[in-house]
């Protein structure tokens, strides 16, 4: 008769159940997991808002190549509001203001629709 081979190569099924004893020393406290933890989101909040404030400066100065003056307002891809003003004299902001404004007239009009 033919013998089936394990796909073990040769494995024993009871040495996987053999726990090797730590020591001591090899444990980490629940006080230095939680610091450790605490650490790694605080550097990766800061990097994600270092990268948020370094593409707004690049949308901007995009931007002020094309614009004289003017207003974004929208959402990123995780949800979170943008709003980008650029107005170099009161003269620019008076007009961005008088823009939005005719704007939102425009398109809450319920005659338009």
């Given at each position: 008769?033919?013998?089936?081979?394990?796909?073990s190569m040769g494995e024993?099924?009871?040495?996987?159940?053999?726990?090797?004893?730590?020591?001591?020393?090899d444990k980490i406290g629940k006080e230095q997991i939680?610091?450790?933890?605490?650490?790694?989101?605080?550097?990766?909040l800061?990097?994600?808002?270092?990268?948020?404030?370094?593409?707004?400066?690049?949308?901007?100065?995009t931007l002020?190549?094309?614009?004289?003056?003017?207003?974004?307002?929208?959402y990123d891809m995780n949800g979170n509001p943008i709003n980008l003003v650029h107005a170099n004299s009161q003269q620019d902001a008076d007009s961005l203001s008088t823009a939005v404004n005719r704007f939102f007239m425009q398109n809450n009009n319920p005659d338009a629709f």
């Open positions: 008769m033919l013998k089936r081979i394990n796909n024993n099924p009871d040495d996987k159940k053999k726990r090797i004893p730590k020591n001591n020393s939680k610091q450790l933890l605490k650490e790694a989101l605080q550097a990766d800061l990097e994600r808002s270092r990268k948020s404030a370094d593409n707004k400066v690049a949308i901007s100065s002020e190549e094309f614009m004289k003056c003017f207003i974004v307002l929208g």
